[in-house]
């Protein structure tokens, strides 16, 4: 059974770097797509980036500027680090491993970020 | 930023039949796969419909998912209460280099 398990500050300031990590507890870790995704409270969904198990990546051209999504294949875990955050980047942050062309299958229990002053 | 264009609201009766539509672009549906999503409250998105109409295992085939020109569709049959949760359709945009996602639809079990 895949289990993501994430982690990282639930509460920054403006300005400061958001920063989760998410481990992935069973299966194989190559092959696969790991994603971030966020959801501002109340509201949709938003891609955040994506990398694969030999680290390429494909970021969301509205958050590029910001965004890094990093992996370390010996401990099965990825990262995201946001900086600048602002009160707009507020929201329910998950990790989600995809596959191809098969969709999010998997994802982590999801992290509230507040960002607030 | 949601590109793709919802209903806010859907709702049936149990038994009923539900259908909710998913409007996008000449770059996103109508050149890409279609992705559904079911969202019960409080929890992370489960996957219903991968490549437009497919169904991993473990969903029911009360869900169907398909696929015009540039708008999909995804349809509830036999709703129960259970089916109460927010729905949101999904698919590459070519223009923007990016997934992109429905507004999201509420679908309320009368």
């Known amino acids: 059974q895949v289990q993501l398990q994430q982690w990282g500050a639930g509460l920054l300031k403006p300005s400061e770097t958001l920063s989760l990590t998410c481990v992935v507890n069973s299966g194989s870790f190559s092959g696969y797509y790991w994603t971030w995704i966020r959801q501002p409270p109340g509201k949709g969904l938003e891609w955040i980036g994506e990398i694969n198990h030999s680290g390429s990546t494909n970021y969301n051209p509205s958050l590029k500027s910001r965004v890094t999504i990093s992996v370390d294949t010996s401990k099965t875990q990825f990262s995201l680090r946001l900086s600048s955050v602002t009160a707009a980047d507020t929201a329910v942050y998950y990790c989600?491993?995809?596959?191809?062309?098969?969709?999010?299958?998997?994802w982590g229990q999801g992290t509230l970020v507040t960002v607030s002053s | 930023q949601s590109v793709l264009t919802q209903p806010p609201s859907a709702s049936g009766t149990p038994g009923q039949r539900v259908t909710i539509s998913c409007s996008g672009s000449?770059?996103?549906?109508?050149?890409?796969?279609v992705y559904w999503y079911q969202q019960l409250p409080g929890t992370a998105p489960k996957l219903l419909i991968y490549?437009?109409?497919q169904r991993p295992s473990g969903v029911p085939d009360r869900f169907s998912g398909s696929k015009s020109g540039t708008s999909a569709s995804l349809a509830i049959s036999g709703l129960r209460s259970e089916d109460e949760a927010d729905y949101f359709c999904?698919?590459?945009?070519?223009?923007?280099?990016?997934?992109?996602f429905g507004t999201g639809t509420k679908v309320t079990v009368l």
């Open positions: 490549r437009n109409s």
């Open positions: 989600v491993r995809g596959y191809d062309t098969s969709g999010w299958s998997y």
């Open positions: 999904a698919a590459w945009d070519d223009s923007l280099s990016a997934y992109v």
């Open positions: 000449s770059s996103n549906i109508g050149s890409n796969y």
